[in-house]
């Protein structure tokens, strides 16, 4: 894999004319990159150390709507700054776009430089430091789907969004040939990451036409989401660089399957030993293992505004389509919401299938250790893994239906406002009323097609 860069790298690079510009990004409220393109003579002399953006980027909606209520920031409090703070380690090149590169950034008060409790890369470093106490390192990965469209985002947008032609007209699930025919798009996306030092593993065709899956390796947490908000952002804009668009929302469409972000996640200690794995157990199921898979049954509740932060994120979970409705766990069972994967060997871990392509990764994943933590703390039990197909499942345990309903869970979560900190549980909550509200006051559509005659 091509390295990651140092700041002498880069200055290197910009000596010998390879790199011009380095993209300073924070990640917001919706897992984006937000940021300035610096000229690299000014990154390298200046900004490397420290850079500002306006505090609203944590408090305004999908449409950077400026979003009042926020106990944070506002228009009363005049919307001041926060320092962006360049962590070099993720310093790479970003091989899709000419001469430039890219760092992402710590988001810290501008008077204390402490980090912004409600940051989603805070949020998360605070809860992977709970398992690092203890002597534990979270790996996680992440899978991303996304639909492929054979027309611009401009052509989408000016066409309202209607008749947009998918990449392909078929299932493409595993499929070879129907995949070659977006090689060109994809095959520049596997190969841009790469070259961004971000281990892709494979892209796949998923279950509906123009759908595709991207999977990068698993690794620490941070890196995991840190990977996953740049690999979000690469897809953009690599199919924008080739006359195409991809969307990652949760279901674009009443007809396909929605997209997924399923979480696996897995334990080791500090010096690489895999503290999932018990040979001696059922399934090769350690006690750790079970208390943490416990947890996160006991709060699926709680955590799943984070895996399904949208009105839109709730479509997605329809029986039959291999996005989970109920929250139970299951031996390599792909209708359960938590699948246990590669039991009795290293590779054991946990995949959590409720999280849509929408998720801001960093949330999701503390979500889950958070929950997680809980279990291990309580040393709660496991529950009798569900046998069969989880869809037709009576009296188990359901995924929240509606984003109404898993907001109300968030705010009553004592569990995550322990865990976050109780301002940034309402920093949240606040986020997802917001969201709710902005759907209710729609007309759509479907309402006046149903209505318009015959209400
Ligand atoms: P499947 O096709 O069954 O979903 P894959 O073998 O493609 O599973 O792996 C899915 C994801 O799981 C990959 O991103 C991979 O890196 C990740 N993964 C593999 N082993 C582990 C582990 N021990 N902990 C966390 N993630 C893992």
Redesign the pocket.
């Known amino acids: 894999m091509r390295k990651m860069l140092t700041l002498e790298h880069l200055e290197e690079e910009f000596a010998a004319g390879t790199i011009d510009t380095v993209l300073a990004c924070m990640v917001d409220m919706q897992g984006r990159l937000m940021g300035k393109r610096f000229h690299a003579d000014y990154f390298i002399n200046n900004a490397y150390d420290e850079t500002h953006s306006c505090n609203y980027l944590l408090a305004t909606d999908l449409e950077m709507a400026t979003v009042e209520g926020y106990k944070s920031t506002g228009w009363k409090a005049g919307y001041g700054d926060y320092v962006m703070k360049p962590d070099l380690s993720t310093l790479r090149r970003v091989p899709w776009l000419e001469g430039t590169a890219l760092v992402l950034c710590d988001v810290l008060d501008h008077h204390d430089y402490q980090p912004i409790a409600h940051s989603p890369r805070a949020i998360l470093r605070k809860q992977i430091e709970r398992f690092v106490d203890l002597g534990i390192q979270p790996?996680?990965?992440?899978?991303l789907e996304f639909f492929l469209f054979d027309q611009s985002y401009a052509e989408a947008c000016q066409a309202g969004y209607r008749g947009m032609p998918l990449a392909s007209n078929y299932n493409e699930d595993y499929h070879i040939f129907q995949t070659t025919k977006e090689e060109v798009v994809i095959r520049a996306m596997r190969n841009g990451v790469y070259g961004a030092g971000i281990p892709v593993?494979?892209s796949k065709g998923e279950a509906s036409a123009g759908q595709a899956e991207i999977?990068?390796?698993?690794d620490k947490a941070l890196t995991t989401a840190d990977h996953h908000s740049i690999v979000k952002n690469a897809c953009k804009e690599i199919a924008w660089g080739h006359g195409k668009a991809v969307t990652f929302m949760a279901k674009w469409d009443n007809n396909s399957a929605g997209s997924s972000s399923?979480v696996?996640?897995?334990m080791w200690s500090l010096e690489g030993q895999?503290l999932?794995l018990d040979e001696s157990r059922e399934h090769g199921m350690s006690q750790m293992m079970c208390h943490y898979l416990a947890g996160l049954l006991a709060h699926a509740d709680d955590v799943t505004c984070f895996l399904a932060p949208y009105v839109n994120s709730y479509k997605r979970f329809c029986e039959g389509t291999f996005a989970p409705t109920k929250a139970i766990w299951s031996l390599d069972n792909r209708t359960a919401g938590f699948r246990l994967?590669?039991a009795n060997t290293?590779?054991?871990?946990i995949?959590c299938r409720i999280g849509g392509a929408d998720l801001n990764p960093y949330l999701a994943l503390a979500g889950q250790l958070a929950a997680g933590m809980a279990g291990i703390e309580q040393q709660l039990e496991l529950e009798t893994e569900f046998v069969g197909n989880a869809y037709g499942g009576q009296d188990i345990r359901e995924v929240p239906n509606t984003l109404r309903e898993a907001t109300e869970k968030l705010d009553q979560s004592t569990m995550l406002r322990e865990a976050f900190g109780s301002d940034v549980i309402d920093h949240y909550v606040h986020a997802a009323r917001w969201e709710q509200r902005q759907y209710d006051k729609q007309v759509t559509d479907w309402e006046v097609a149903r209505g318009f005659e015959r209400a």
């Open positions: 790996m996680m990965a992440t899978e593993e494979c999977n990068i390796k698993y399923h696996h996640q897995s895999p999932f994967c590669g290293k590779a054991i871990r995949e």
